[in-house]
């Protein structure tokens, strides 16, 4: 129905009965536009048409009036000049036109306005699922990512399962991402190398992966769930965090599946994802992609449960005395993300903030 609209309402001359000539270069525009149709657009209003139009002007700066400089170039105008105008009147009417081809893209809703995707890893519970809350209230469309209780169920831990989440989150939001989290994580698993896996491959290869998605967002910006425990060891030329840097995978997993310490896995993955975030500041910030961790604390999830659960970690964690009184909540966290994310944050590059309730404070006082 969409098609036949447009190249009847593009053939006509204002509005009147198509000519063969306008018909031609109606069908010569739709030939060459890169977008395909959407067959349930409803192109019954001009003015929702034209409202349409304008929203995708604003998210885009896309100037309508390209036609204007490409009709004189058309094969088909070229070779009859007769056709030139019979066609010129329908294109004083081609905003209409123009606002159905834009649309085509399911970036907009039926009531035109421009819809925003947000991916979020770990997203069924904890933090995640608090960022994808918030995510949701700041009016994104949240692609999750987790095991379960998710739109794209992928398992982090193995490069196929990364590369399945990927591809999936591209084909949901049509290649236009506009916000990425990545907040999926380990703390307590083995063989150890499970904890390197998610926390560190599985966050920098979905931001790789998805540059190119990110890039074609609209005020795109990413955040890194990192940790507070991050520069609590010296782990700047340890071996297991040069591999990790080195994206050498097999490597990693000899080296800390040797050791057999779930604390070296998670402490060295997360002080490697906050190097490997500010070293892509240049190449992010070049595609006006902003690029940021943030650091919590010991904060209420399951994944802190999972420690305290565990003998051999209980009181590592239970003993912490933090400086504000309280441990974290997920929306303590959330609403940091959601800043950061936020027009509020469009300075922000390339940083590490940490939210911990003054613990790192406390502990490395000299430092920051």
Not at 123 to 143: M, Q, W, Y
Request: proline share 6%; with cysteine; glycine share 10%.
């Amino acid at each position: 129905m969409a098609a036949g609209f447009v190249l009847w309402f593009a053939a006509s001359d204002f509005g009147g009965a198509p000519t063969v000539q306008a018909l031609r270069v109606a069908e010569e525009i739709a030939l060459n536009h890169e977008k395909p149709l959407r067959p349930d657009l409803d192109t019954s209003s001009f003015a929702g048409l034209r409202a349409r139009s304008e929203a995708r002007k604003s998210r885009s700066g896309t100037n309508p009036d390209w036609y204007s400089g490409w009709l004189p170039t058309c094969p088909r105008v070229r070779s009859n000049p007769a056709a030139h105008g019979a066609a010129e009147g329908a294109f004083n009417l081609a905003d209409a036109f123009v606002s159905v081809l834009a649309l085509s893209s399911p970036q907009f809703s039926d009531e035109g306005k421009s819809m925003r995707y947000a991916a979020v890893t770990g997203s069924a519970s904890g933090i995640g699922a608090a960022v994808r809350a918030r995510l949701e209230k700041d009016g994104f469309e949240v692609i999750g990512v987790d095991l379960r209780d998710a739109e794209v169920i992928a398992d982090l831990s193995s490069p196929q399962g990364r590369q399945e989440a990927i591809g999936r989150i591209v084909e949901r939001c049509d290649g236009r991402l506009d916000r990425l989290v990545t907040s999926a994580g380990l703390s307590n698993a083995r063989p150890a190398s499970l904890i390197a896996a998610v926390n560190y491959f599985g966050s920098v290869e979905l931001m790789d992966g998805l540059f190119d998605a990110l890039h074609e967002g609209m005020d795109p910006a990413v955040v890194a769930i990192v940790s507070n425990s991050a520069q609590m060891a010296p782990f700047e030329e340890h071996p297991f965090v040069l591999a990790l840097l080195a994206h050498d995978e097999p490597e990693a997993v000899r080296i800390i599946d040797e050791l057999d310490s779930p604390v070296v896995a998670y402490l060295g993955s997360k002080h490697a994802l906050g190097r490997a975030i500010r070293r892509r500041v240049r190449k992010w910030g070049d595609a006006r992609i902003r690029l940021n961790g943030v650091c919590p604390g010991p904060v209420r999830t399951p994944l802190l449960q999972a420690t305290l659960d565990d003998p051999s970690t209980h009181d590592s964690v239970a003993n912490i005395d933090i400086p504000i009184g309280r441990w974290g909540e997920p929306d303590d966290v959330a609403s940091l993300v959601g800043f950061m994310l936020g027009p509020e944050g469009a300075w922000i590059h390339g940083s590490i903030f940490y939210i911990d309730g003054g613990n790192d404070a406390e502990i490395r006082p000299d430092k920051y």
